[in-house]
């Protein structure tokens, strides 16, 4: 039997959280941390997602708070008893003066899984926001599952980024090619937009032998990377993290 579930996080400016509830597999805890940010961790209560299953996180950053939200582990997509595909859709609004710091561990597509991963963000023209995405495409020693995702951030009510990415069995020929991911297995993104760069935009560079930064009208910047593994992926865009948002 497939799952619905929806959580729901809203956090305020004086650093209290009039909403943070879970659902299902979604565990949402609060958790220490340092500096002026409030810290809410995802812990999954249960294998999921699986194919069919409808999950959602849905959060709120109001007008001057400070939130990172995290995860406790890798979230596995793997397969379910029929052929539905599992969703997964996280929805985000931050408010003016505000910032939210997105830093889940990987997504792994497992064999056989089938996952459509939305994620939308909407933000007030003075907000902030680091949103990193990390995808490992197989388990060790395994193929990967389909995996589509989609990004769609809007600023002061306009288009900011809008992109899809598909892998796997039956995304369209060419995702493994030279052109694509040439046979590497993890791949992720780091998007930061903070106002500051419309006086001091970010200059359009390589940051490693497989990753590459960019300015985006907005103002903010998206770094892409491939690597072989998790490990080195996670070095890059932390690498990346610090120079483009040290706050």
């Given at each position: 039997m497939s799952l619905r579930a929806t959580a729901r996080i809203v956090a305020d400016a004086d650093g209290g959280l009039p909403v943070l509830r879970g659902d299902g597999p979604l565990a949402l805890r609060r958790t220490r941390t340092t500096g002026a940010y409030t810290r809410v961790t995802v812990v999954g209560a249960m294998s999921a997602p699986l194919g069919g299953d409808r999950l959602a996180i849905?959060?709120?950053?109001?007008?001057?708070?400070?939130?990172?939200?995290?995860?406790?582990?890798?979230?596995?997509?793997?397969?379910?008893?029929?052929?539905?595909?599992?969703?997964?859709?996280?929805?985000?609004?931050?408010?003016?003066?505000?910032?939210?710091?997105?830093?889940?561990?990987?997504?792994?597509?497992?064999r056989g899984s089938d996952l459509r991963m939305r994620t939308t963000v909407d933000l007030a023209p003075?907000?902030?926001?680091?949103?990193?995405?990390?995808?490992?495409?197989?388990?060790?020693?395994?193929e990967t599952g389909t995996l589509t995702t989609r990004l769609t951030v809007h600023r002061a009510g306009r288009p900011l980024l809008d992109q899809e990415l598909a892998y796997g069995p039956g995304a369209p020929v060419g995702w493994d090619g030279g052109a694509v991911l040439d046979g590497h297995r993890a791949t992720g993104q780091l998007l930061v937009v903070d106002p500051e760069f419309e006086e001091k935009p970010v200059e359009s560079r390589p940051l490693a032998e497989n990753a590459v930064l960019t300015p985006l009208a907005g103002p903010a910047a998206l770094?892409?990377?491939?690597?072989?593994?998790?490990?080195?992926?996670?070095?890059v865009l932390d690498e990346a993290h610090a120079i483009l948002a040290p706050w």
């Open positions: 849905e959060t709120e950053v109001r007008d001057g708070a400070r939130l990172l939200v995290d995860s406790a582990a890798a979230t596995v997509a793997l397969p379910g008893r029929g052929a539905e595909p599992a969703t997964y859709d996280l929805r985000m609004s931050v408010g003016d003066g505000a910032v939210l710091r997105w830093l889940p561990e990987p997504l792994v597509s497992a003075t907000a902030r926001l680091v949103l990193r995405e990390e995808q490992v495409l197989g388990r060790h020693g395994e770094v892409t990377a491939v690597a072989p593994d998790a490990l080195r992926l996670r070095r």
